[in-house]
């Protein structure tokens, strides 16, 4: 079984990706801030991050950096998540020039998520 892991400082969010991941039958775990999530990473191993950019204690982006200096966690595929609309070409080049494999606007389709961790996944 796939394992992810979702970074999200709202807790409906964590709440309703981690029902609809379990429901297509993927390990999940769930971090609401910056410091869980890299506990969580260091043991859980996950196969694919979804990380929202905006966290309160750490942006998204630098804690994509501290993920990736985790050795059993650098192959794993980080999807951004953003509410923020600002600048999407600004949020995509930062986001992919940090190694993301992809990101997606919120709210978004379950639909959409699953295809993109799909793909993530290979």
């Keep these: 079984m796939k394992k992810i892991l979702v970074i999200d400082d709202e807790k409906e969010i964590l709440a309703i990706l981690e029902k609809a991941l379990l429901r297509a039958n993927y390990e999940v775990r769930c971090a609401s801030s910056g410091q ?3 506990n969580v990473a260091r043991d859980f191993f996950p196969d694919v991050i979804l990380l929202d950019i905006a966290m309160p204690d750490i942006d998204g982006y630098s804690l994509a950096a501290e993920l990736y200096s985790i050795r059993q966690v ?3 595929p980080i999807i951004f998540m953003t509410g923020q609309e600002l600048d999407v070409e600004a949020i995509e080049k930062r986001a ?3 190694g993301a494999y992809d990101y997606i606007l919120k ?3 379950i639909r959409e998520l699953l295809e993109k961790i799909k793909k ?3």
């Design 107 to 109: 709210p978004c389709g």
């Design 120 to 122: 993530a996944l290979g």
């Design 74 to 76: 650098r192959n794993a």
């Design 96 to 98: 992919l020039g940090l």
């Design 36 to 38: 869980e999530a890299l």
